[in-house]
């Protein structure tokens, strides 16, 4: 009788793509319902990978709380653009995939039984690029927000903005940063949860203008990528400057959390920043705290004044308590009330004092008839004077210049031709 051998199951070689998932820092093969228990972080080397709006929500809120508002807003195609795909296409493709109508949902939910205006882009919707429709979701959950007075939270992963749809998916960083600017004028708070990546024109609108500002380790964020801002530059840039890390080293991040501590972060926050309810007391409407901070259309509006100066306003006098300065009528100086000194006499004949000191005055006559017979003599009047105190108290006032100084007498030249005649 024949031995009837077991029979072996071939053995498959293909396996379903969503079983295993490698590590991309510790290359590590981790089973994806080990993963997913986990948070999606891996427990190896604690690389957060990226999730899903779904994942997301119902990591953050408490569960069952959250109500999707605007769920049937959908990209156009208002350029007809075309590139290996139509446009339609992409999104058709991109709805498929994910079970989304664009790259970002938005609704009401608690985190702590604290309620919240939600906003949370998907990157695995093309990119999570932003668009009109994300950029309207975006600004719905601002005003509602601002209308229920509750506090907002975005957890941005973006590429950027949606090239498909040209000019208007770069005016979605005017709207929601308009939208925003409101909502902080009447203190109701905004925290923003940057998760990998970050970039682009939704980190330069409104992902980084959260009163608090938080991130996962390792997310990448920055406006460009770092081989064109090290081109642009022309310098080397240090290694991750464009990771979570370095910019909260550098104070552009408020706080690095990790996956597991990120519900629990935001809750404690909601427990500090609550809105403002001041009115004006006539028709209760929200008066603008006025609180210090950076308004990015009043910085805009700042900067335009200064490249583009309006015209000079001719200057206006100041104010003083009488007449100005270059109308006011000089006064005449008078002469000074102290004794002044003796005048002088001819130029080498020495005064009156220095001579009663050093010689008599017996003894420079004849000296001086000998030397020069023709000399210059004092004037009469000088030659009248004598050392007496009387003879200094009628002695001529020294005249006052314009500018308000005493001048001394000039000393007088006799008349030699008058004396011969």
Known sequence: MPIKLPSFRPRRDAYPPDLWTKCPQCEEMLFNKQLDKVQRVCPNCGHHFRLSADARIGLL???????????????????NFVDQKTYPDRV????????????????TATIDSR??????????????????VVGEKVTRAAEYALVQRMPLIVVSASGGARMQEGTLA?????????????????????ISVLSDPTTG???????????????????????AGA????????QELPVGFQRSEFLFEHGFIDRVVHRSKLRAEIAMLLGYLVPASRTNGTNGDVEPLGLPSFRPLSFLTTLAERVMPSEPEPPSPAPTNGPSRSTRPIAPVEAPTQPVSQPILAADTPPATERSAESPPESLEPARAAAAPEALTASPAAQSATPEPEA???????????????????????DEGGQRG
């Open 201 to 223: 024109g939704v980190f330069a609108s409104f992902a980084v203008l959260g009163d608090i500002n938080l991130t996962e380790p390792n997310a990448l964020i920055g406006f």
């Open 92 to 107: 058709a493709a991109a709805q498929l995939a994910t079970g989304m109508r664009d790259a970002a949902a938005w609704g």
């Open 227 to 234: 081989r064109v801002s090290a081109g642009t530059i022309a």
């Open 61 to 79: 809120v408490d569960h069952g709380t959250f109500v999707e508002r605007d769920a049937g807003l959908q990209s156009v195609d208002p350029l």
């Open 170 to 190: 770069l005016m979605q960083l005017v709207k929601t940063v308009g939208a925003l600017e409101r909502l902080r004028a009447v203190g109701v708070p905004f």
């Open 115 to 132: 309620p919240v205006a939600l906003c949370v882009m998907d990157f695995g919707f093309m990119g999570g690029s932003m668009g009109a």
């Open 392 to 414: 200094v108290a009628t002695s001529p006032a020294p005249v006052s210049d314009q500018s308000g100084g005493d001048v001394a007498p000039a000393p007088v030249i006799a």
